[in-house]
Each structure stands twice: as structure tokens, then as C-alpha cells.
């Protein structure tokens, strides 16, 4: 984990003093010298612990970088890491090549997975499996590189990746602490540039593979004998034969989707020259009848039935050897729709044709082309997808176009190979090494930095001396901008109290944003503090549904019972604002949805709604849509269109959603937007500034 340094006067990144932490051992006692009788498990009401790292910080006032949108300037993060665990929330995905010549996101990496590195032979680096022997998450300032191709990755500052140059850091500089070799626009990226998409499982892909299998490699007819009268005797053969048990038993499984059952013999036993053949076969009349519609060509062919058509006829007649994917065929129907499917998906190719009755059409473009073909179509064969030994040479489209500051810490995921890389979305990876914040608390690069929630114990003292500081000038504070100050940890830590009190007695306008109902532990302190300073609060309540809060925000208290700190602040007469964030497409944004939240966020007193539209950066993309794809199938295809520009929905879908919440809102009374300061309380002491509200942006983050 990298930790800003927050400081003017400091050079030293560490924020925290080598001999002043605290790790639990098994005993709950610490290892470095300094007592900690708080720390041990935290509880997250699953099946998961996290345990709490003690450590004494040197900074606790957080200045936020001059580039960052949000509307504050400085912030207080008393913890690093949450246990909320929302589904939303998580970030750091990226498609990591496999050993079988597939791709998963880097989230879903485990621990004995094989997977591709390099390997330098000669000039070149080659492609080489190799074992993952770690994997974790940690939360570092993130930043986004973007390739000549459109690639993008995000990582942080102190990933590695390999260039035309030699291994680059993301960031560097030029002189000081932060001397170190860096990515720039002179700089090229070794590999293949990013990962095609793989198909969704339609009825259409399936169509389209039986198709292209059935079609290249199967005995499918009937035979009529005539009997005495006008009685004629039929027999219906279907047999596919194969070398490959994973394209069987994929045809296998899709036909019996389609209602076709079939059994599995052995067709040719094995000999010196020839591995063993495996068939499924039928001889029933509905079965033929099913099949022979299954194979008809459709009349307009869709995008899914395309891409299942090319992994099928590629299961069937197709190789890969030498660095050339060819795929053979002696029916002319046959070669005109393969060659109409890599026209329709922009794929390089000739169309050979060796001798009569035969045609070869071969890809060409070079290895980046045959993984697209692979991810775009998913052929089941692994043996012919296999990259091993195949060359990385530098690719001028992979020139480094930015590397962009995104001004926020995230979830990132790394993991450690036998080779020391990794293929990260078409690049080659250097494995990432522990911090050297997290060397100096002993902690390792594996789970320690899952299950590890960095505690700064000193908060309230250290916070009291830099409010006393004459360079200090009273400046509105944001809480809950990074991880949310009230999870599980502040209810044996206990931090909270100390610096709510320090800002009281300083009368520092300060904001918090919370999905936490602890923070009702606090009331009195923060009415307090209400009397002499701005106060701005604000819960994140995205819609009402217990169902669905269970399953996306497994960690937060129950929506309602959010709604109910609403409540007890308005009570005492601080204002208390809703978040209503995410409100997820298809999911919580019906009429009926919006005006069930609305309604209860009303009731509660809450002095504004901020309505919010689920948006899906990088990782958190592909790790909602796992969640999506686990609970909600049927939206996948909706929401891949609806997203398909970005992270953002489009603003036509926006603005129908705010349109919803503006209407309910009146009619239950309630300003929409809080941004007109009718929800702060009492006035600034020390500075001119008023409280900041609650930035909308890092919801995203709770």
C-alpha cells in the first residue's frame, strides 16, 4: 500500500514511525513493542474476518490533490480499508491471460492457477505457463494508462510494466526520493494490446457452434428402404467424432439444451500416429428432425450466432500451429460463412483455395489477431488456443498515449508467478512486491493485505496538535471520502469521538458521509459541535429493498435502519442528508422503486435527496457485472448496452432517473439536491468556509 505523503515539510512517504505499531499475533497481544488490547478480529457478519493494524501516524490532516474534482480540499481518514464489503464498490479487474488461452479478471485469480509469464530467450521474451503462487488486494492511489490502441490500465504509481525500454514504473520523476525509470509518451508497452470480449452463452451463440460443429465434423442423415406396399423403412444417423473431449462435451451439453439426447462411444481406439477418438451419436427420428433445424442457416445471422459459428467450425476444422490459424473446408456454403463471420468482426484473412473442393481461409495480423479470434469466438479446444514459446515483440500501437492521475485510492489486485510477470490485458506485468509501509509493519504481500484494516490509533491526539498549528487555518474537514470512518473497526477503536471533539472545541467545519449507523454513538458530540461550526452530514441509502441489500451491500446495515439516523439527527435538529446512491438500472429505478425510497427518505427528515445512477469504472465494471451475471443473468446484455460508452449510463437515461426522484421528491416535500446550504448548521468560527458537503462522487467508494 502506498500512503500519500500529506505533509509540506517531509520528504519521507511513511506517514507512520517504524517502532510505533501494533500487530496482533494469534493472542491478540502486539508484536512491535506497543500494547494492543484492541486489536484481534473484526467481525463482518459473514464468514470473513479482517483484523486491525495499529499503527501511530505522523499526519492526519489529508490534503487532497489540486487536481481532484471533488468539492473539498482536505480530509481525515482515521482508518485505511473497510469491511463494508458493498458489491459495487470493488475495483481492480483486469483480464489476466490463462494458461488454456482464456482470459479472468485478476480479481478471480487463485492461488495454484495456471496462467502465462515469459521467459527471455535469446532477443526475445516468450510466452510461458506459470503457477500463481499468491494473490491479494490493497488499496493504493490509483492511476488509469491509456495505449495508442485504446488499451487502458489501471494500476497504481509503483506498478511495473515492460517497454520497448526496459520495466517502467507508472509515476516517477526525474531527481529526489521519487528517482526511478517511468512511463512516458516515448515509451512503447510489450505485448498484444487489449482482450476481445468473450460471447455470451445465448441460444444464438449455441445455434451457431452446433452449427459450425455439426457442419464441419458430423455424419448427420437418414436412410429410406422400401418394403412391400407403399411401406418405406427409415434410419437416422447423427454422429460427431472427435479427438477432443471438451468440443464434445460442449456439443454434448448443447444439444441437450435443445432437447437432443445422445449417448458417447468409443469411435477409434488409439494407435502410434493418432490419439483416440470419442463420439456422441442418435438414431431417434425427433432428435434427427431437432438437428436438422439446429444446422439450417439462418436468414439473418446475429452477432451471437456469428461468433458460436466460428469457435464450432473451429472445434471441427481448424489448427493453429506455427504462429497460422487456418480453418479447412470442403463446402463452399461453409467457407462463405466463415469468411462473412471475420469480415463482420474485422478480422485480417485470405481464402485459399489448395485444390478443388477445398478452401482455406488463414487469419492473418500476427498473434494479437489469433487472441481476439480466441476471446471474441471461446473455441472449447484449450490445445489449440495455446500461445507457449510464441514471441512478445514491441507493437507500435501500444505506445503510451497518458498515464492519468484518477485522484482517488482504490481496490487493486496483484498476484505473484513463478515467472515474476504476468500478461495484464494484452501487457506484460511485473508482480508487484509488498509496500514499503506495509515492510516497515511486517506485514507479508499475500493476506495480510486482504484481511489487514490499517487503524490510526493516534487520530485524536494528532489531529488536536495539527488544528492548534498556526499554519493551520481553520478549513472545512470531509470525512468518509475514502473509507467509511464508521465501520466495524470504530466500534472497538473508538477514534471518532476524539476527533469529532477536537473539531468541536477548534470549531472546524467538517462533513461526514457514512453508510454506518454507529455514527449514532456520536450524536451528542456532533450536536455539540453543530452549536459553534458547520456540521454537514449525509447517508448513503440507494434504495429500501431488503432482498437486494443483502445481496449487493452484504456488510452495511440494512437500508431502513440507515434511514433511522436520518431520523434521530433530525430529532436534535441536525440536518441530515440522502445520498440516493446507487440507483441501479432495472434493479431500484422504477417509478414505483423511486417513489418507495423517496417516500421513506421523506419520512425520515432527511433535508435533501441527491439522486446518483450507478457508474462502473474499470473493476468495479467487471466485478459488479460477476455479480450481475451470479444474480441477475437476464440484465447482463442490458446493462453491456446501456454501459457501452463508459462508465457512465448515458444522460438521456440520467436525466429520466433524476426526472423520477425530482417528481417524487415534490410531492413528498423534499429539496432534491442538497446543495443549496439549507441542511448546515450553526456557522464557521475560525475560517470563512463552510462545512463541504458530502461529495457525491465517493459514494462509489462506500
Known amino acids: 500500500m502506498r500512503w500519500e505523503d500529506l505533509r509540506d515539510d517531509t520528504d519521507d512517504g511513511a506517514l507512520f514511525e517504524r517502532a510505533a505499531v501494533a500487530m496482533p499475533d494469534e493472542r491478540g497481544t502486539g508484536r512491535a513493542g506497543l500494547a494492543a488490547p484492541g486489536a484481534g478480529p473484526i467481525h463482518a457478519g459473514d464468514d470473513s474476518e479482517a483484523v486491525a493494524v495499529e499503527i501511530h501516524a505522523r499526519s492526519i490532516i489529508n490534503r487532497v490533490p489540486g487536481a481532484s474534482a471533488v468539492p473539498f480540499r482536505w480530509t481525515v481518514n482515521p482508518y485505511r480499508g473497510c469491511s463494508h464489503a458493498c458489491v459495487y464498490c470493488l475495483a481492480g479487474d483486469t483480464p489476466v491471460l490463462m494458461a488454456d488461452g482464456r482470459t479472468r479478471s485478476l480479481s478471480k485469480i487463485r492461488v495454484g492457477d495456471r496462467i502465462y509469464g515469459t521467459r527471455r530467450v535469446g532477443k526475445y521474451r516468450r510466452y510461458t505457463p506459470t503457477t500463481v503462487l499468491a494473490h491479494w488486494a490493497t488499496v493504493e492511489r490509483a492511476y488509469r494508462v491509456t495505449l495508442a490502441d485504446g488499451t487502458t490500465l489501471i494500476a497504481s504509481g509503483d506498478h511495473r510494466f515492460l517497454t520497448d525500454r526496459g520495466w517502467k514504473y507508472v509515476t516517477g520523476a526525474m531527481a529526489g526520493h521519487q528517482r526511478r525509470p517511468y512511463l512516458t509518451t516515448s515509451n512503447t508497452l510489450i505485448g498484444t494490446g487489449q482482450y476481445a470480449a468473450g460471447p455470451e452463452q445465448t441460444d444464438a451463440y449455441r445455434r451457431g457452434y452446433l452449427c459450425g460443429i455439426i457442419r464441419g465434423d458430423a455424419r448427420l442423415g437418414a436412410d429410406h428402404y422400401p418394403r412391400s406396399g407403399s411401406r418405406t423403412d427409415s434410419v437416422y444417423r447423427f454422429r460427431l467424432a472427435l479427438a477432443d473431449d471438451e468440443a464434445l462435451d460442449r456439443a454434448a451439453t448443447y444439444l441437450a439444451h435443445f432437447g437432443v439426447r445422445t449417448e458417447r462411444c468409443d469411435f477409434s481406439a488409439e494407435t502410434a500416429e493418432r490419439r483416440p477418438i470419442t463420439a456422441i451419436r442418435t438414431s431417434r427420428r425427433a432428435s434427427f428432425e431437432r438437428l436438422s433445424e439446429l444446422v439450417e442457416w439462418p436468414v439473418a445471422p446475429s452477432d451471437d450466432w456469428r461468433t458460436g459459428f466460428l469457435a464450432g467450425i473451429f472445434d471441427a476444422e481448424g489448427s493453429c500451429s506455427q504462429g497460422v490459424l487456418r480453418i ?375
Open 328 to 702: 479447412f473446408s470442403t463446402d463452399s456454403e461453409v467457407a462463405t460463412a466463415i469468411s462473412l463471420g471475420l469480415k463482420r468482426f474485422d478480422f485480417h484473412y485470405t481464402l485459399e483455395v489448395p485444390k478443388p473442393n477445398m478452401s482455406v481461409v488463414r487469419l492473418t495480423g500476427g498473434l494479437s489477431e489469433r487472441l481476439s479470434f480466441f476471446h471474441l469466438t471461446d473455441p472449447a479446444i484449450s490445445r489449440k488456443r495455446r500461445v507457449d514459446d510464441v514471441a512478445l515483440k514491441p507493437d507500435a500501437q501500444l505506445g503510451v498515449v497518458s498515464v492519468s492521475d484518477l485522484g482517488e485510492e482504490r481496490t487493486l489486485y496483484d498476484i505473484t508467478t513463478g515467472t515474476g510477470d504476468f500478461l495484464a490485458n494484452g501487457v506484460v506485468s511485473h508482480n508487484c512486491f509488498a509496500r514499503r509501509s506495509h515492510e516497515y509493519l511486517d506485514l507479508d504481500s499475500g493476506r495480510d493485505f486482504d484481511t489487514k484494516i490499517m487503524v490510526k490509533v493516534n487520530a485524536g491526539e494528532l489531529l488536536r496538535r495539527e488544528l492548534a498549528h498556526p499554519r493551520w487555518n481553520g478549513q472545512p474537514i470531509a470525512m468518509g471520502t475514502n473509507t467509511d470512518p464508521y465501520q466495524r473497526a470504530e466500534g472497538r477503536y473508538q477514534l471518532m469521538p476524539g476527533i469529532i471533539a477536537a473539531l468541536r472545541d477548534f470549531a472546524n467545519p467538517f462533513s461526514v458521509l457514512t453508510k454506518g449507523r454507529l455514527i449514532l454513538r456520536d450524536i451528542d458530540l456532533i450536536v455539540e459541535a453543530a452549536q459553534v461550526t458547520d456540521v454537514s452530514l449525509a447517508v448513503s441509502v440507494g434504495f429500501t429493498d431488503d432482498a437486494l441489500w443483502r445481496s449487493v451491500e452484504p456488510g452495511t446495515p440494512r437500508p431502513r435502519s440507515r434511514l433511522d439516523v436520518v431520523r434521530r439527527f433530525a430529532d436534535r435538529g441536525v440536518g441530515c442528508s440522502v445520498l440516493m446512491a446507487p440507483i441501479l438500472p432495472w434493479l431500484t429505478d422504477s417509478p414505483e422503486q423511486v417513489e418507495e425510497t423517496v417516500a421513506a427518505i421523506a419520512a425520515a427528515g432527511a433535508t435533501s435527496v441527491t439522486p446518483l445512477v450507478l457508474h462502473l469504472r474499470p473493476g468495479a465494471r467487471e466485478w459488479y457485472l460477476a455479480w450481475l451475471e451470479r444474480e441477475h443473468p437476464d440484465l447482463v446484455p442490458r446493462y453491456l448496452k446501456l454501459y457501452r460508452n463508459g462508465a457512465y449510463a448515458p444522460k438521456s437515461y440520467q436525466n429520466v432517473v433524476t426526472a423520477r426522484v425530482r417528481e417524487a421528491a415534490r410531492r413528498h416535500g423534499l429539496p432534491r439536491s442538497g446543495g443549496s446550504g439549507e441542511h448546515r448548521n450553526g456557522g464557521a468560527r475560525r475560517g470563512s468556509e463552510a462545512a463541504p458537503e458530502p461529495a457525491v462522487e465517493q459514494t462509489t467508494l462506500l
